[in-house]
Structure formats: structure tokens, C-alpha cells
């Protein structure tokens, strides 16, 4: 079987380092909120470029507790985009505020930011964008607008850590950038994890905080808060991969770049926009064709993955919001017939050959 992840592949090639710097957390019997943790918030910080980062227990988290350090919450409206991962618009919701959503752009599935400006109301406090499959959003647009109409911006980069747009990196341009760290994500843990990245001082303490049951200083309790920590064990895997992060974009990248060379004209095949750094957490092909394309690949022991088949409007838990079928021609057009390829650091010219001329194969196309 070609995967659409080879996590036991990864895994062969950093054995022994991961396993010993899991032994020395188990030696230090420090699980929570340690060296490790600090170590990857300044390494990772660093490396996007802004001031500071806050482990937190997962991607979802890191949204949900930008939203509250934001004080957003009920009355509040919050912009973003159908066509994205259900957590970016869940935590909307679980603030107590209202998602509102604006169509895509129909190359880069990102939100596209014409339709921004129509869909602010009194009521607008946020924008989340999210940086979908590892390309970045229109960073110029959405900050533009955001100055405009003071609206704060959350960067959901759970797909993109790496990427960047005109040279600077997505999570470096909102209040707040947000990253997971699952397991399948560009840098993935053993289970679940995220990061906040932001430059301000202000909401950098208010999130430390209430990363921690809102406390700072021992059982002394200034915010109502979680627990959503990222522990030990997660940060000591993800500064061993951590170092790879840049190499394994970059195989990523080659892996795309050979197949829009022999894909173009057989499928739709992802566009990237100009000065964008594409970090392929997905490599996504459009055709009528999806669902026979996806039986035919799965017979030739080839997997295949939709992302997203419903999006975010036409989910049952947002009907309350009562949107329509129709509201969101472009989400709705793509998520019938987008496919994801696999590509991963991992996956070798043999086993991508193996895809392309299947697809070929598929579409009678001998060239
Ligand atoms: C993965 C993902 C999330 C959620 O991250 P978790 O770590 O799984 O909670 C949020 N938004 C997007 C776009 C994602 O891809």
C-alpha cells in the first residue's frame, strides 16, 4: 500500500534520538511544563519570527484560547472559511460567538479576500485564516482590512508551519498565530500538541495563564482557564523532528513540483500563487471523475484522502446558522471534487512514479 503517511517510516529514521530524548524526560520525572516544553517555544518562536510561543495541548486549543485571550465571545462575529479543518470555526462557536463564513479563492482553497469586506458588521471582532494544505493565505488583503476596520486576526497555520508569504512566515502576521502539532501534521507529535505564537506581551501572559487553569503563580487563580499544556514527552519528540522540520518541507515541495510537471493537463492540478512558500501538508488534484479516480488508485494499493467532503456551512452543527446550499459556490464545487495524493518525507521517486502513471493509466493518457 502507498500511504498518505508513512509515520513508521519517519519513526525508523529517528529511533534512537527520539527514544533517548523521551528517556531523559522519564529520568528527569518532570512531565508538565519543563525544559523541553520552553526549549521548543523559544526554538519555535525563533524560527517564525516573532517574540514568543506557549505550548498548548492541541491545535484546537491554541484557537480556542486565542479567541478567549482576545475576549471574544457571545455578540461577537468572527470571519472565516467554510473550506477548512472543523476546528477552526468549532472554536468560534464554543466561545460563544458566531462564525461567518466567506467564500474561497478556487486555485488556492484559501479564503478569498474580495468577500471579506461585504460580510463585516458591527458585530465583526475577528478574522481566522486559515493557511489551507500548507500554502499561505493573502496576507496583504487580510491585514489590510484588518487595519481598516480594527479587526483582530488569529493565523490558523495548523497546516502550514514553514510556510511563509513574501519571505515572512505564516504566524507571524496576526495578533496570534496557532500551530498543531497531530501526528500526520508537517511537524507531528505522538499524540496531540499545538503552539501559540504572538509579539504581544500582553496577550502572551494572558495566554501562559490560561494555558494553566488561569494561574501563573502557584495556586494563586486570575483567569477562569484549562488545562491544555503541551507536555514533556510530546515536546521532547517534537525537537527531535523539530531540526528535520526544513529538509522534510523541502522533499515535500520536490515531491510536488514532480507531480504538477506530469500531472498538468491530465487533472487540476495546485496552484501557487506568487511569493508564496508552499509547505504541501497536502498535494490536492481536482477532477469530475473523484470518486472513480479514488476506487481505481485504491485497487492499485494507492491511497487517496478527501479533504474536506462537506464544508463547514452545510455541517449539522452549524445549521442553526442557517445557511444554505448554494451560499458558497466555490467550497461547495471543490469539495466534490478535490483528491489528496499522498506525499510525505518519506515517500520515495519509485513510489510516486507509481501514482502518477496510475493516474495516467486512469485517464488513458499515455504521455
Ligand atoms: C489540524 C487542524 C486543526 C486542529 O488541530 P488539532 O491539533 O487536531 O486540535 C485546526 N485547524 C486546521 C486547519 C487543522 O488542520
Not at 29 to 51: R, T
Not at 53 to 80: K, P, Q, W, Y
Not at 163 to 173: E, P
Request: glycine share 8%; hydrophobic share 40%; proline share 4%.
Amino acid at each position: 500500500m502507498i500511504p498518505l503517511v508513512d509515520l513508521k517510516a519517519e519513526y525508523r529514521i529517528l529511533k534512537d534520538e527520539i527514544n533517548q530524548s523521551i528517556d531523559q524526560v522519564l529520568e528527569s520525572s518532570h512531565f508538565i511544563l519543563g525544559k523541553k516544553g520552553k526549549k521548543l517555544e523559544n526554538d519555535i518562536s525563533k524560527y517564525i519570527g516573532v517574540a514568543q510561543g506557549v505550548g498548548v495541548a492541541n491545535g484546537t486549543d491554541a484557537l480556542l484560547l486565542s479567541l478567549e485571550a482576545l475576549n471574544i465571545g457571545a455578540g461577537d462575529e468572527v470571519i472565516t472559511t467554510p473550506f477548512t479543518f472543523f476546528a477552526t470555526a468549532e472554536v468560534i462557536a464554543r466561545v460563544g460567538a458566531t462564525p461567518v463564513f466567506v467564500d474561497i479563492h478556487p486555485f488556492t482553497y484559501n479564503m478569498n479576500p474580495h468577500l471579506i469586506e461585504s460580510a463585516i458588521t458591527e458585530r465583526t471582532k475577528a478574522i481566522i485564516v486559515v493557511h489551507l494544505f500548507g500554502q499561505p493565505a493573502d496576507m496583504d488583503a487580510i491585514m489590510d482590512i484588518s487595519r481598516k476596520y480594527h479587526l483582530r486576526v488569529i493565523e490558523d497555520a495548523c497546516q502550514s508551519i514553514g510556510a511563509a508569504f513574501q519571505g515572512k512566515k505564516v504566524g507571524s502576521f496576526g495578533d496570534v498565530g496557532c500551530f498543531s502539532f497531530f501526528p500526520s501534521k508537517n511537524l507531528g507529535a505522538y499524540g496531540d500538541g499545538g503552539m501559540i505564537v504572538t509579539n504581544d506581551e500582553e496577550l502572551y501572559s494572558k495566554i501562559t495563564t490560561l494555558r494553566n487553569h488561569g494561574s501563573c503563580e502557584r495556586y494563586v487563580h486570575t483567569h477562569i482557564g484549562l488545562n491544555s499544556r503541551l507536555d514533556e514527552i510530546q515536546a521532547a519528540i517534537l525537537g527531535v523532528k523539530f531540526k528535520r522540520l526544513d529538509e522534510w518541507n523541502h522533499r515535500r515541495r520536490e515531491l510536488a513540483e514532480e507531480y504538477t510537471s506530469r500531472l498538468t493537463g491530465t487533472v487540476q492540478v495546485p496552484i501557487i500563487e506568487v511569493d508564496r512558500e508552499h509547505v504541501f501538508h497536502q498535494y490536492c488534484i481536482e477532477t469530475t471523475q473523484r470518486e472513480q479516480l479514488a476506487e481505481f488508485l485504491r485497487q492499485k494499493q494507492i491511497a487517496t484522502g478527501i479533504y474536506y467532503p462537506i464544508p463547514l456551512h452545510l455541517q449539522r452543527a452549524f445549521s442553526q446558522l442557517g445557511y444554505e446550499k448554494g451560499d458558497f459556490p466555490v467550497a461547495e464545487s471543490v469539495s466534490k471534487e478535490i483528491l489528496a495524493l499522498p506525499i510525505h518525507p518519506m515517500m520515495t521517486a519509485k513510489q510516486q512514479d507509481q501514482v502518477i502513471v496510475s493516474i495516467q493509466e486512469f485517464f488513458g493518457d499515455q504521455s
